[in-house]
């Protein structure tokens, strides 16, 4: 469920923080996000330690640990990231942002590590999925309105400060911090809007079909308003 919670929320980041911890900002979508991984963390070492313990039988606990550690993946996985933050340590201009943008893709990686423990069902994956959609859509939605009436929306402002412009033009942006990371989040949800009209339609429901291809299209245009 909390995989679900974030998949829907990923559009909806506010600017300002829920929580600080001294240097350390975290908005609702970070929190979200640590939760889960907190918690797929958890799962993931036990059942790890349950494997070793499996497989090294009669060994000693210092054994089983020692050969967790130093498993390779663990150690690439390391590398990598240190290379990420020693990077954004030698940043010579915005050291601070560098160093949110290497936690943040840090983060993504582990979250698409902990996904296939996390998806254990096909009603899970397809929760996914749904959740997915539907904040890109009404992330969408919200955008085309904007730009149909031509001012921005007060309500929106927690999410961004103003919507991106090009000279005249206000380009779609709606809960996004700039239209550019709507663009992005648009071609990654378009796929699976497609699918899910597919998936809809050999289920036989294809009045839902047609009104689901129907919303595709719409944003579909959306992706160009960006």
Do not use: C
Not at 36 to 52: D, F, K, M, P
Not at 100 to 117: E, F, H, I, W
Not at 163 to 189: C, D, K, W
């Amino acid at each position: 469920m909390s995989l679900i919670a974030l998949a829907f929320s990923l559009p909806f980041e506010v600017e300002t923080a829920w929580l600080r911890l001294g240097p350390i900002q975290l908005t609702n979508v970070e929190l979200l996000l640590g939760g889960l991984l907190g918690l797929a963390v958890v799962q993931w070492i036990g059942h790890r330690w349950a494997n070793r313990k499996r497989a090294l039988r009669g060994a000693s606990w210092k054994h089983a640990l020692q050969s967790w550690l130093t498993g390779r993946p663990n150690w690439l996985l390391g590398w990598f990231v240190a290379a990420l933050f020693l990077s954004a340590m030698l940043a010579p201009e915005w050291p601070g942002n560098a160093l949110k943008a290497a936690g943040r893709t840090t983060a993504g990686v582990l979250l698409a590590l902990a996904v296939p423990d996390l998806v254990k069902s096909r009603r899970t994956f397809n929760g996914v999925v749904v959740a997915l959609v539907i904040g890109g859509v009404v992330s969408a939605a919200l955008g085309w309105l904007e730009v149909a009436q031509g001012t921005p929306l007060a309500w929106l402002r927690p999410f961004r400060p103003t919507p991106t412009v090009a000279g005249p033009f206000m380009r779609l942006t709606g809960s996004f911090g700039h239209a550019n990371q709507a663009a992005m989040y648009a071609e990654v949800i378009l796929p699976l809007l497609v699918a899910l009209v597919w998936w809809v339609w050999r289920g036989r429901r294809r009045g839902w079909a047609v009104l689901l291809a129907l919303v595709g299209l719409g944003y579909l245009q959306a992706t160009l308003l960006t």
